[in-house]
């Protein structure tokens, strides 16, 4: 039903936009701050749109040698990288299959929607999941964590989100990886929405299994998934036994890589046109330099919270660990998170995300990544909000 959406946040107001003769559909100038897919730059969107070209031979192997490369900068790693058609849910359980099997012990630290998805995915192998729960919008707790790792029997891996993308919270990641690689426990990472936006260093920080994206803050269109693997991932997946999976497990991408490398080093066919608008997106980052990049993702979502906070609007967690790539906001109760979202796209066409499960209707959330987070959109943003909410009659956080 048009206007009902599966993450539970009902908007009749937008419906009526998406029908209308001049909808989303038909119009290019929607202005994206939702948690992803992120609003890429024309040059990137321009290189999807090229024609097709073969997936294979040695004009398209260079360009996607060339893509796995300088994707290795930017998760600060050396370790073996691959590139998986398909979301970054994919590359996850690509992760989790290619470790666990029927009957493993595994830890999910968990604190929102997309750490219970690990868990779901965790148990559709058949693996033994011992859920560890923090509070929605509190990080995850490190030093718990660390007494789940020594305990006995030892987990075979444990695995968490990076950036609780449901909350905003950035959870640890270093102190739990680096730990784990002493315990000989696999460290599998989603870092599906933090890749580009936040700090990440797979190598230095001791992470086994690091898994991104291309349409969140690498900044290009969906479908391809990268996932990063260290030497002690490989020990693991090799003391699995027989693949429980084809295409989704690792080995295969090993075997393509290491038999046909010369012109088809992957097992299926590749998106030419998303291959290339990712290789020029990265190409950006690091032009821009990645730590350049992250400040000025913080520096957006900063100016933003800031903007929200004089509107009388309040956040639903810490800054000290809330994330630059997503910022939540709680509702007011004289503003409804229907209504807010849909007078922001029906008349400044400004998206944003409602809460998701049990957080819908309670917040709304805000992405800062592509080029959400360019000085001239977030004044977009902020004056949108002026509007709606003088609109509404409100000020101050009180009712008029």
Avoid at 78 to 98: K, Q
Avoid at 182 to 190: F, K
Avoid at 363 to 382: C, P, V
């Amino acid at each position: 039903m048009i206007g009902q959406s599966p993450w539970g946040q009902r908007a009749p107001q937008a419906a009526a936009v998406l029908s209308s003769g001049g909808g989303l559909e038909k119009r290019d100038d929607i202005h994206l701050f939702i948690p992803g897919p992120a609003a890429a730059d024309p040059a990137v969107m321009a290189a999807a749109a090229e024609p097709i070209r073969p997936h294979y031979g040695d004009e398209f192997v260079a360009d996607f040698d060339r893509c796995r490369a300088q994707l290795k900068q930017i998760f600060r790693t050396s370790n073996d990288l691959y590139l998986l058609p398909g979301p970054g849910t994919a590359a996850l359980e690509s992760a989790i299959t290619s470790v666990l099997v029927e009957g493993s012990r595994v830890l999910v630290p968990r604190n929102g929607l997309f750490g219970d998805r690990l868990a779901q995915i965790c148990r559709a192998h058949r693996a033994d999941v011992q859920v560890i729960d923090f509070p929605l919008g509190q990080p995850i707790d490190a030093d718990t964590v660390l007494q789940q790792l020594g305990q006995a029997p030892r987990p075979t891996a444990v695995v968490w989100v990076h950036h609780e993308t449901s909350t905003g919270v950035l959870n640890p990641v270093e102190p739990i990886a680096a730990t784990a690689r002493e315990a000989g426990v696999v460290s599998i990472i989603d870092a599906i929405s933090s890749l580009g936006g936040t700090e990440l260093a797979v190598d230095d920080w001791g992470v086994d299994l690091c898994v991104s994206v291309s349409n969140k803050g690498l900044a290009a269109p969906p479908g391809l998934a990268p996932v990063t693997v260290s030497r002690q991932a490989w020990d693991a997946i090799e003391a699995s036994g027989e693949p429980r999976a084809w295409l989704f497990d690792l080995r295969t991408y090993r075997r393509h890589e290491r038999d046909w490398g010369h012109w088809h080093p992957y097992p299926t066919t590749m998106p030419t046109g998303l291959l290339k608008a990712l290789n020029i997106s990265v190409e950006m980052i690091l032009e821009e330099g990645l730590e350049a990049r992250i400040g000025r993702t913080r520096a957006a979502a900063e100016r933003v919270r800031q903007g929200l906070r004089d509107m009388g609007f309040s956040m639903l967690c810490a800054d000290e660990y809330a994330s630059p790539i997503t910022t939540a906001v709680l509702a007011r109760d004289d503003l409804p998170v229907g209504e807010l979202i849909a007078a922001l796209l029906e008349r400044h066409r400004v998206y944003i995300s409602g809460g998701i499960d049990e957080l819908a209707g309670k917040i709304f959330r805000i992405g800062h990544m592509g080029r959400s987070i360019e000085r001239q959109e977030t004044d977009r943003l902020l004056a949108a909000f002026d509007e709606v909410v003088r609109g509404a009659g409100l000020q101050q956080g009180r009712a008029c």
